[in-house]
T-cell receptor, first 111, second 117 residues
Framework: GDSVTQMEGPVTLSEEAFLTINCTYT??????LFWYVQYPGEGLQLLLK?????DKGSNKGFEATYRKETTSFHLEKGSVQVSDSAVYFC??????????FGPGTSLSVIP | DVKVTQSSRYLVKRTGEKVFLECVQD?????MFWYRQDPGLGLRLIYF???????EKGDIPEGYSVSREKKERFSLILESASTNQTSMYLC????????????????FGEGSWLTVV
């Protein structure tokens, strides 16, 4: 069945460091891919998405490119801030409205 | 902005109690979902609903039921709460797009922390 794998962390970085959170997926058909972010004590918010191969989603300095050949959707940011500390979820959705989430990656950014 | 509101943020219930978790969305979305979130397991789908009075089981429906009497409201019911149902519960909603566009966004509420003692 469809699934999402991502590094679980926790990941701890210093402010202004480069961030990569790996995400790979298994899916039949042509899924859309998402990154959601969950700040402490809150629900999930959509961070970015890509709906077809080679699309790049971007938001708030974060980027991820839909790579069909490697079935990946890695999240990157060039310079993280303390305010980026959160849990990040990679997810996929096929043509039905069922969304499959990865286990989440906890990120802590220290000053 | 889409708003998904979960009425209770924090609840403590006793084993065997019947528990209701309420969720309301204000954007006339057809689809509504209930997930539970546990450390290391991510989000797991309990139930979802495509329309009023319609429901479908998700991946972990055992021990839960749902009710959707009005389009904007989707309730999760724990018939007899157990300690293994202690978790964070997240409600979500999305618009149905003809052809089921996989890119349409799902919007989440802030979550309900349930502790069963």
């Amino acid at each position: 069945g469809d699934s999402v794998t991502q590094m679980e962390g926790p990941v701890t970085l210093s402010e202004e460091a480069f961030l990569t959170i790996n995400c790979t997926y298994t899916a039949t058909g042509y899924p859309s891919l998402f990154w959601y972010v969950q700040y402490p004590g809150e629900g999930l918010q959509l961070l970015l998405k890509a709906t077809k191969a080679d699309d790049k989603g971007s938001n708030k300095g974060f980027e991820a490119t839909y790579r069909k050949e490697t079935t990946s959707f890695h999240l990157e940011k060039g310079s993280v801030q303390v305010s980026d500390s959160a849990v990040y979820f990679c997810a996929l959705k096929t043509s039905y409205d069922k969304v499959i989430f990865g286990p989440g990656t906890s990120l802590s950014v220290i000053p | 902005d889409v708003k998904v509101t979960q009425s209770s943020r924090y609840l403590v219930k006793r084993t065997g109690e019947k528990v209701f978790l309420e969720c309301v969305q204000d954007m006339d979305h057809e689809n509504m979902f209930w997930y539970r979130q546990d450390p290391g397991l991510g989000l797991r789908l309990i139930y979802f609903s495509y329309d009023v009075k319609m429901k479908e089981k998700g991946d972990i429906p055992e021990g839960y039921s749902v009710s959707r009497e009005k389009k904007e409201r989707f309730s999760l019911i724990l018939e007899s709460a157990s300690t293994n149902q202690t978790s964070m519960y997240l409600c979500a909603s999305s618009l149905v797009v003809w052809g089921q566009d996989p890119g349409n966004t799902i919007y989440f509420g802030e979550g309900s922390w349930l502790t069963v003692v």
